[in-house]
């Protein structure tokens, strides 16, 4: 794939078939164009967690349409967001590759990369050219805690989402009069996987709840059969999990499939927890909970939003939204820059006060590169859908907790 390409992109034509690596050739507009604002996107559109990925891609290339639709960067005369599109592969040493190309193309910012590890290295070699590095998904708290100035993250990391989900475990617990005692966290071996599962066993006996045991695994990972047998052994009343989108669905139907009794299956940042899952196996996500990125039930703009990626055929993931407003507010940045001058756009990050309206959030504020204002939600799959039962302000149904045994 070429990345020095320069990509107009179009939603229709997205969804059309550029899921694969690759980017997007689009005829040339005719007539006398402003200046352009190049950005880097960077996502895991093959390999393992490739579906997720290419939600990411669709959510960034939809709000570079919006942006340039509504008229370009104003204060530089309308200049037109351009997307490069870069393809990780899920390979840190591809995504640092991906980022020299672009250096090289000339673009203003990137946005990526999904996966923490692609982030981490992919943020510090564009901090050797001083180029702001914008985290749509990635939730290791290393990715702004190694004093880059060129590095921001819209969205709370693993730290701010364990200590929100942990706190709403124990008020749902204390509320059904304390069934959970006891848990087992399953993780992925990676960064993201094992930095939560470890902020999680710190955490949960502040609720009143024994972390039996940390059970790690690989990516990736076909059969939990072990797992689950090893879970049953220790007739834990919760199962904590922490992974990509394959194993956390693997891990619950296998659960399911073994007729596990919990008094709840519960995720932080669980990669699985979306759409696509509850959908297509609405049996085994019954009573599933998660805390993760999720959009504002109650926003118009974000409901606006989910029809039209639905009517384009697609899932309204997190990724989809998180990309999309990472995008937004690297275009309000630019509003307020008047200028895609790397200091002045980092200058304007730092200063940024955005609304990230179609996420639970409050105004954006960011300390040493992680927005403030961020928040997760809990969310319960319930008949087939997904409803937010946490903060109270957004939510849009009650939790049902413990679940009910199976028979």
């Avoid at 290393?142 to 990391?157: E, T």
């Avoid at 989402?161 to 204390?174: K, M, P, R, Y």
Wanted: net charge positive; aromatic share 8%.
């Amino acid at each position: 794939m070429s990345n020095s390409r320069k990509v107009r992109v179009s939603r229709r034509h997205f969804i059309a078939g550029a899921t694969a690596a690759g980017t997007l050739g689009l005829p040339a507009i005719v007539g006398a164009q402003a200046a352009v604002v190049k950005v880097g996107v960077i996502h895991p559109v093959t390999g393992f967690v490739a579906y997720n990925g290419q939600q990411g891609r669709l959510g960034a290339t939809m709000a570079v349409e919006d942006v340039n639709k509504a008229g370009g960067i104003k204060a530089m005369g309308g200049a037109k967001l351009e997307a490069l599109l870069g393809d990780s592969q899920s390979k840190v040493e591809v995504g640092v590759s991906e980022v020299e190309k672009m250096n090289e193309a000339g673009v203003a910012a990137y946005i990526g990369c999904f996966q923490s590890p692609v982030g981490i290295a992919a943020s510090q070699a564009a901090s050797k050219y001083n180029t702001p590095f914008l985290i749509d998904v990635g939730a290791s708290d290393l990715l702004v805690s190694r004093g880059l100035k060129n590095v921001f993250r819209l969205k709370p990391g693993f730290g701010a989402c364990v200590d929100q989900g942990i706190a709403a475990l124990g008020a749902l617990n204390e509320a059904a009069g304390k069934p959970a005692k006891a848990a087992v966290i399953v993780h992925e071996s990676g960064e993201f996987g094992t930095g939560t599962a470890k902020l999680l066993a710190g955490k949960l006996p502040s609720v009143g709840i024994e972390g039996k045991e940390l059970i790690g695994h690989d990516n990736p990972t076909r059969n939990f059969d072990n797992v689950a047998l090893r879970i049953r052994s220790m007739a834990p009343d919760l199962v904590i999990m922490s992974n990509y989108q394959n194993e956390y669905v693997l891990l619950a139907r296998t659960l399911y499939q073994q007729k596990v009794n919990l008094a709840g299956l519960f995720s932080v940042l669980g990669g699985g927890f979306n759409y696509k899952f509850v959908k297509e196996l609405p049996d085994v996500a019954q009573y599933m909970m998660d805390t993760n990125h999720w959009f504002n039930p109650k926003s118009d703009k974000a409901q606006a939003l989910k029809k039209r990626v639905e009517a384009g055929g697609a899932l309204f993931t997190f990724e989809v939204y998180l990309a999309y407003s990472t995008v937004m507010l690297l275009a309000d940045a630019l509003e307020r820059a008047g200028s895609a001058d790397k200091e002045k756009l980092i200058a304007a990050l730092n200063a940024s006060t955005f609304n990230a309206e179609l996420l639970p959030y409050g105004p954006t504020k960011f300390v040493n590169g992680q927005n403030q204002g961020g928040r997760a939600a809990i969310m319960q799959a319930l008949k087939g859908d997904i409803e937010v039962i946490a903060p109270a302000d957004v939510a849009s149904a009650k939790a049902v907790f413990p679940r009910p045994k199976f028979g």
